[in-house]
């Protein structure tokens, strides 16, 4: 029981890949490339699943690298037309629901954020199956793991194809709405290129007053991020989801 509890595909602390990845991976696919996108580049849905299973599939969970990733970013790179991105932290459904209201495109737009979203995935050296009794957790097994290098190069270059004026939506309704810790603070951020402009807005829960603002602290660490870099930078707060909804 010992042994095998942790040499076993139970042995991670987070949840398992999730059932059915590669069929959802290709019916996804299918429905980004032939019905919400069907003007973008025809790509080979089977090439973008055989590239997608090759980053993990039979590799130690643990050992994911962003090189991994490089054959399937290249077959659907992340970029959006100029000036349309939004960018989010710990307000997923607010900036998609924002995004889809003003023709806007979070990184869920892109093929690969879209196919991606929701679902997690690792692998089993020796194997060439999913593992979906458990996946390794960020903090209690490894942040090398394939779900957050995945996110974190995705973002990565999402951020680095930025140009014109984007948006981040950050929660208004937490002490500090910007987190360096988060892949917005860590990954994002300090890879928007020099003389984008980068528009924040804090959002909080309606009928709450907000936590925190663009003179707190939080957003002053950010300023210094984007100063850093020759990012331009405005901040709107004291925006309930209402009025963000209605007027941003
Ligand atoms: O860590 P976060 O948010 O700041 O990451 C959000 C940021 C967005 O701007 C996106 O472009 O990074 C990108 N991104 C995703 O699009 C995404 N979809 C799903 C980052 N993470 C994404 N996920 C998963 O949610 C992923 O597992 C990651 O760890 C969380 C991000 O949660 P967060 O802290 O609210």
Redesign the pocket.
């Known amino acids: 029981i010992y042994k095998w509890h942790y040499s076993g595909l139970n042995r991670w602390h987070g949840a398992g890949s999730t059932a059915d990845f590669q069929k959802i991976i290709q019916e996804r696919c299918d429905t980004y490339t032939q019905t919400i996108r069907p003007g973008s580049r025809s790509r080979n849905c089977q090439a973008i699943r055989q590239a997608f299973m090759s980053a993990f599939i039979s590799k130690d969970p643990c050992k994911a690298t962003k090189e991994d990733y490089n054959s399937l970013i290249n077959l659907a790179p992340p970029t959006v037309p100029c000036g349309q991105q939004v960018?989010?932290?710990?307000t997923?459904e607010l900036a998609h629901e924002y995004a889809k209201r003003r023709r806007l495109m979070?990184?869920?737009d892109t093929l690969l954020?879209y196919l991606a979203?929701g679902l997690r995935w690792c692998g089993e050296p020796g194997s060439s199956d999913l593992n979906i009794w458990s996946c390794p957790d960020w903090r209690k097994d490894c942040r090398t793991n394939y779900?957050?290098v995945f996110?974190e190069v995705l973002?990565e270059r999402?951020a680095e194809s930025a140009c014109n004026t984007v948006r981040?939506v950050l929660n208004g309704s937490l002490e500090n709405a910007f987190?360096s810790m988060?892949?917005?603070?860590r990954?994002?951020a300090p890879n928007l290129r020099p003389q984008v402009e980068l528009e924040a807005w804090l959002v909080h829960d309606t009928g709450k007053p907000p936590s925190d603002s663009c003179s707190g602290s939080s957003i002053r660490k950010l300023k210094s991020i984007l100063d850093g870099r020759n990012v331009k930078f405005r901040c709107m707060d004291n925006l309930s989801r209402d009025q963000f909804l209605q007027r941003s």
């Open positions: 960018f989010w932290s710990k997923k979070t990184l869920e954020g979203d779900l957050s996110w973002s999402f981040v987190d988060s892949i917005f603070g990954v994002e």
